[in-house]
């Protein structure tokens, strides 16, 4: 077998029995395979069989191509010409050409086919808004790539950009939207909107290919016009997964090792779950550690005929720096094994939300939303920074969200249709070492809208204009494929946050990138310019003033968001433990889950600069200290409780009211316990004597007593006063004295003669008793 060659710093990627892997050969040019040995990345060479007509033209088309990147096109990463033979590098598209896989196929289900034409419009509308730069044969420089079990991409990865001697002929907006009216007719007619039916593939390969050859610059408004009609024949909803027939092959896995020789190689170390593949990640496996139990994603590195010792010198690398306690926001490799020539990594699975899986969901986040990310991301580029890794490629699909719930956690599912605002707090880690996925070229790559900056000409790839590249697709701004974004409100606050991202990506241009904080400080006095210009809202009944924000501090790891604000009661609308977001199937051109209702928040840069003003920079607030000193943000359905029943309330409170009603009165000195009943004396009255003259009797020197009522409806005898004019007193007889009225003793003998006696004188003596 011979040696790799070698073309400047890309090696040549070469099949098993060593030939050259050759992706085109025609009269115009061959396009071969090879990586990048300083990105750690798979490229195509374009190498042109004709020498440059118009050397000026050929360099002006592929720095526009560069200046003006699409997440649809393949990124142009150098040109030039090499000992008088033109040539361009693109990024690798991981999947097979439209043509050949249209050609191997009989039939094709309608829904796929009306997928298909769509994704080639948007993709060819996006090509031709930067210029002429549609191939000749359009079915063969664009390749389809499976993203999911129900979608497919079909992307650019090859470029007109010479000038043929005849000219490429001009679009005529006539010829196309007659080609364009047999398309939509024909995917009509054969019931392409029904789910079930299937569509003879050549016809829809001819009408395809006859589209987009008459495509052009000046007929993109008829182009969206017949990509808005497409999307519109779509089946709004979708179940199962594309037939085994029909899907598109991937580019690199005929020259991987198969899933039996991988599984062989792990056999005492990793027993492998399943088989299945993930079409977002199809070259990993799901597996679980012999000694630890913990699970992983299993990998297989490529061998050195197809790649370099350097992405196994990448991996030993990042399995020492992981594994360190103070790279908390790297994923940790957890194994990298060599068996039978087949060298495998094992990767830690993040239990978190990755922000591709997010901008799914969501399609765009709001300025406030992004700020946090780009925050809370910092941190983690910092430590990427300081390991000195190899790492110059980072995807919306490496950085993830970790929020304390495991992925298959419902709770985690509600968390991606509400605010980031409104999320109790989060982590962000990155993974560090080069994957197949990643050097293969699927998923999101910011750095496909940067223009090529100088090599050496800065010390971090992760700069303030690869955050900008990254806020255009957290905004909308430029959305990741197959997620169509429509903004409302807050449109002069965006616009303001645009110029800001452009004027950091020009500097990408000019070789002079801002740092991070730089950039950050910027946005961040946009949002504190836009939140304090809007009107406060009113406290709502019951609610509390808003905290006060701490006092600015060094930015932490952990980025919790808290809403200065009493928590409002919100509706669910399923239970906890069913998925609402996931029951049903999902739809054919929108995103995944509908976004929940929008909530009255408090504005962030409000909170985060209201004791702010200096003109310097502002430093990252103290996160941990505004979590723990603010109410809890959780919205209630995903707050756990134990309800207490009522009764239970009541008693306590009862209980507690008696208790301490009883220590007061103690304390008073009027409690019951401590009050003392003294007998009162009892008069005596002569037999058949009265009350009343009882107390006449009585000398006026000593007090009358008190006459004791036996039934208590009696009331007690009053004692009467000695009149002036002389009383006449006299017995009343028996039957006139009412029984029960008093009480009369029997008195002593000599009572009579000491009664006479204390009568006043000429008073008529008393009768006899």
């Given at each position: 077998?011979?040696?790799?060659?070698?073309f400047?710093?890309?090696?040549?990627?070469q099949?098993?029995?060593?030939n050259n892997v050759?992706l085109?050969?025609n009269s115009?040019?061959?396009?071969?395979?090879?990586?990048?040995?300083?990105?750690?990345?798979?490229?195509?060479c374009?190498?042109?069989l004709?020498?440059?007509?118009?050397?000026?033209?050929?360099?002006?088309?592929c720095?526009?191509?560069?200046k003006?990147?699409?997440?649809?096109l393949?990124?142009m990463?150098?040109?030039?010409?090499?000992?008088?033979?033109p040539f361009?590098?693109?990024?690798?598209?991981d999947g097979?050409?439209?043509?050949?896989?249209?050609?191997?196929l009989?039939?094709?289900?309608?829904?796929l086919?009306?997928?298909?034409a769509?994704?080639?419009?948007?993709?060819?509308?996006?090509l031709?808004?930067?210029?002429?730069?549609?191939?000749?044969?359009?079915?063969?420089?664009?390749r389809?790539v499976?993203?999911?079990?129900?979608?497919v991409?079909?992307?650019?990865?090859?470029?007109?950009?010479?000038e043929?001697?005849?000219?490429?002929?001009r679009?005529l907006?006539?010829?196309?939207?007659?080609?364009a009216?047999?398309?939509?007719?024909?995917l009509?007619?054969q019931?392409?909107?029904?789910?079930?039916?299937?569509?003879a593939v050549?016809?829809?390969?001819?009408?395809?290919?006859?589209?987009?050859?008459?495509?052009?610059?000046?007929?993109?408004?008829?182009?969206?016009?017949?990509?808005?009609?497409?999307?519109?024949?779509?089946?709004?909803?979708?179940s199962?997964?594309i037939?085994?027939a029909?899907?598109?092959?991937?580019?690199?896995?005929?020259?991987?090792?198969g899933?039996?020789?991988?599984?062989?190689?792990?056999?005492?170390?990793?027993?492998?779950q399943?088989?299945?593949?993930?079409?977002?990640?199809?070259?990993s496996?799901r597996?679980?550690?012999?000694?630890?139990?913990r699970?992983?994603?299993?990998e297989?590195?490529?061998?050195?005929?197809i790649?370099?010792?350097r992405?196994?010198?990448?991996?030993?690398?990042?399995?020492k720096i992981?594994?360190?306690r103070d790279?908390?926001?790297?994923?940790t490799?957890?194994?990298v094994?060599?068996?039978?020539?087949?060298?495998?990594?094992?990767?830690?699975?993040?239990?978190?939300i990755s922000?591709?899986?997010?901008?799914?969901?969501?399609?765009?986040?709001?300025?406030?939303?992004a700020?946090?990310?780009?925050?809370g991301?910092d941190?983690?580029?910092t430590?990427?920074?300081?390991?000195?890794?190899?790492?110059?490629?980072?995807r919306?699909?490496?950085?993830?969200?970790l929020?304390g719930?495991?992925?298959?956690?419902?709770?985690?599912?509600k968390?991606?249709?509400?605010?980031?605002?409104?999320?109790?707090?989060?982590?962000?880690?990155?993974?560090?070492?080069?994957?197949?996925?990643?050097?293969s070229?699927?998923g999101?790559?910011?750095?496909v809208?940067?223009p090529?900056?100088?090599?050496?000409?800065?010390a971090?790839a992760?700069?303030?204009?690869?955050?900008?590249?990254?806020?255009?697709?957290?905004?909308?701004?430029?959305?990741?494929?197959?997620?169509?974004?429509?903004?409302t409100?807050?449109?002069r606050?965006?616009e303001?946050?645009?110029r800001?991202?452009?004027?950091?990506?020009?500097?990408?241009?000019?070789t002079?990138?801002?740092?991070?904080?730089?950039?950050?400080a910027?946005y961040?006095?946009i949002?504190?310019?836009?939140?304090?210009?809007?009107?406060s809202?009113?406290?709502?009944?019951?609610?509390?003033e808003?905290?006060?924000?701490?006092?600015?501090?060094?930015r932490?790891?952990t980025?919790?968001?808290?809403?200065?604000?009493?928590?409002?009661?919100?509706?669910?609308?399923?239970?906890?433990g069913?998925d609402?977001?996931?029951?049903?199937?999902v739809?054919?051109?929108?995103?995944?889950?509908?976004?929940?209702?929008?909530?009255?928040?408090?504005?962030?840069?409000?909170?985060?600069f209201?004791?702010?003003?200096?003109?310097?920079?502002p430093?990252?607030p103290d996160w941990?200290?505004?979590?723990?000193?603010?109410?809890?943000t959780?919205?209630a359905?995903?707050?756990?409780?134990?309800?207490?029943?009522?009764?239970?309330?009541?008693?306590?409170?009862?209980s507690?009211?008696m208790v301490?009603?009883?220590?007061?009165?103690?304390?008073?000195?009027?409690?019951?316990?401590?009050?003392?009943h003294t007998?009162?004396?009892?008069?005596a009255?002569?037999?058949?004597?009265?009350?009343?003259a009882a107390?006449v009797?009585?000398p006026?020197?000593?007090?009358?007593?008190?006459?004791i009522?036996v039934?208590?409806?009696?009331?007690?005898a009053?004692?009467v006063?000695?009149?002036?004019?002389?009383?006449?007193?006299?017995?009343?007889?028996?039957?006139?004295?009412?029984?029960?009225?008093?009480?009369?003793?029997?008195?002593p003998?000599?009572?009579?003669?000491?009664?006479?006696?204390?009568?006043?004188?000429?008073?008529?003596?008393?009768?006899?008793?």
């Amino acid at each position: 077998m011979s040696e790799p060659s070698l073309f400047r710093h890309y090696q040549i990627v070469q099949d098993a029995d060593g030939n050259n892997v050759e992706l085109v050969r025609n009269s115009e040019q061959v396009a071969v395979l090879a990586f990048d040995l300083e990105r750690l990345e798979y490229v195509h060479c374009h190498v042109l069989l004709e020498p440059l007509a118009n050397r000026a033209a050929f360099e002006e088309s592929c720095k526009l191509l560069q200046k003006r990147g699409h997440p649809a096109l393949a990124r142009m990463i150098e040109f030039g010409e090499d000992e008088g033979n033109p040539f361009y590098i693109t990024s690798n598209v991981d999947g097979e050409a439209l043509r050949p896989y249209l050609a191997r196929l009989q039939d094709i289900p309608g829904w796929l086919a009306i997928m298909i034409a769509t994704r080639a419009m948007e993709t060819a509308v996006a090509l031709c808004e930067r210029g002429e730069f549609l191939s000749e044969s359009p079915l063969d420089g664009l390749r389809i790539v499976q993203t999911a079990p129900q979608a497919v991409q079909v992307l650019a990865a090859d470029y007109h950009v010479i000038e043929t001697p005849s000219g490429k002929k001009r679009a005529l907006k006539t010829s196309f939207e007659k080609q364009a009216k047999f398309l939509r007719t024909f995917l009509v007619e054969q019931g392409g909107t029904l789910p079930d039916h299937a569509l003879a593939v050549a016809d829809f390969a001819e009408l395809l290919g006859a589209c987009l050859s008459s495509a052009g610059v000046g007929v993109i408004a008829a182009m969206r016009e017949l990509r808005t009609s497409l999307q519109k024949l779509a089946p709004a909803q979708l179940s199962g997964e594309i037939p085994t027939a029909q899907k598109p092959r991937a580019l690199l896995a005929p020259l991987l090792a198969g899933y039996q020789d991988v599984a062989r190689g792990l056999v005492n170390l990793v027993r492998i779950q399943s088989q299945r593949l993930d079409m977002a990640n199809p070259y990993s496996m799901r597996g679980t550690l012999t000694k630890t139990g913990r699970s992983v994603l299993i990998e297989q590195v490529p061998p050195a005929r197809i790649s370099h010792t350097r992405v196994k010198e990448a991996d030993d690398a990042a399995f020492k720096i992981t594994k360190q306690r103070d790279n908390p926001s790297l994923i940790t490799l957890a194994l990298v094994n060599e068996s039978e020539d087949i060298t495998c990594l094992a990767e830690e699975i993040a239990e978190g939300i990755s922000l591709a899986e997010l901008m799914r969901e969501r399609h765009c986040l709001e300025v406030q939303e992004a700020y946090l990310v780009l925050a809370g991301l910092d941190t983690a580029l910092t430590q990427l920074d300081k390991s000195t890794l190899p790492t110059n490629k980072l995807r919306l699909e490496d950085i993830f969200l970790l929020t304390g719930f495991a992925r298959e956690d419902s709770r985690s599912t509600k968390l991606l249709v509400s605010k980031l605002n409104e999320w109790p707090a989060f982590n962000i880690i990155v993974r560090a070492h080069p994957t197949l996925a990643s050097m293969s070229g699927r998923g999101t790559d910011p750095a496909v809208l940067l223009p090529p900056g100088r090599d050496g000409a800065t010390a971090t790839a992760w700069h303030g204009g690869w955050l900008a590249a990254l806020c255009k697709f957290l905004l909308g701004f430029e959305p990741p494929l197959g997620i169509h974004v429509e903004t409302t409100g807050g449109a002069r606050e965006r616009e303001t946050v645009a110029r800001l991202l452009d004027d950091e990506i020009a500097k990408v241009a000019e070789t002079k990138p801002a740092q991070r904080s730089d950039f950050l400080a910027r946005y961040a006095r946009i949002i504190q310019h836009y939140d304090l210009a809007k009107p406060s809202e009113p406290v709502r009944a019951g609610g509390t003033e808003p905290a006060v924000s701490p006092g600015l501090k060094s930015r932490p790891q952990t980025v919790p968001v808290s809403k200065a604000q009493a928590p409002v009661k919100r509706e669910v609308s399923a239970p906890l433990g069913i998925d609402s977001s996931r029951s049903s199937p999902v739809a054919l051109t929108s995103g995944g889950a509908a976004r929940g209702g929008d909530e009255p928040t408090i504005g962030f840069a409000e909170l985060l600069f209201r004791n702010g003003g200096e003109p310097s920079p502002p430093e990252a607030p103290d996160w941990a200290l505004a979590a723990a000193n603010a109410p809890p943000t959780l919205p209630a359905h995903l707050i756990v409780r134990e309800e207490v029943p009522i009764w239970l309330k009541a008693a306590v409170f009862l209980s507690g009211s008696m208790v301490i009603g009883a220590m007061c009165a103690h304390l008073s000195g009027s409690a019951l316990w401590q009050k003392k009943h003294t007998p009162a004396p009892v008069e005596a009255t002569a037999p058949g004597q009265s009350a009343s003259a009882a107390a006449v009797a009585k000398p006026a020197s000593a007090p009358a007593p008190k006459a004791i009522a036996v039934e208590p409806n009696v009331p007690k005898a009053i004692p009467v006063p000695v009149p002036t004019p002389p009383l006449e007193v006299t017995a009343p007889p028996e039957s006139s004295v009412p029984r029960g009225s008093g009480v009369s003793l029997t008195l002593p003998s000599g009572a009579t003669n000491q009664l006479r006696d204390q009568l006043p004188a000429g008073s008529p003596p008393a009768p006899p008793p």
